[in-house]
């Protein structure tokens, strides 16, 4: 249990770090009176919570197979 934890930690980790990195890199090259990055945000924030709902079936599949 204390390696899932580990393994965890450190996906949300990196997972935080590539979402903050995508969302500059979205107003960088977003249209200048758009910077916001409302819509690249939305679309960033979707294929994030996609990555997390495979990530926690993969984790139920496991789980079960133990």
Request: hydrophobic share 65%.
């Amino acid at each position: 249990m204390r390696v899932t934890t580990r393994v965890l930690a450190v996906g949300f980790i990196v997972l935080t770090v590539g979402t903050v990195a995508l969302y500059f890199a979205f107003r960088a090259f977003g249209d200048p009176a758009e910077r916001s990055g409302v819509a690249g945000l939305r679309m960033l924030l979707a294929a994030v919570a996609l990555i997390l709902v495979f990530c926690l079936v993969l984790l139920r599949w496991s789980v079960v197979r133990q």
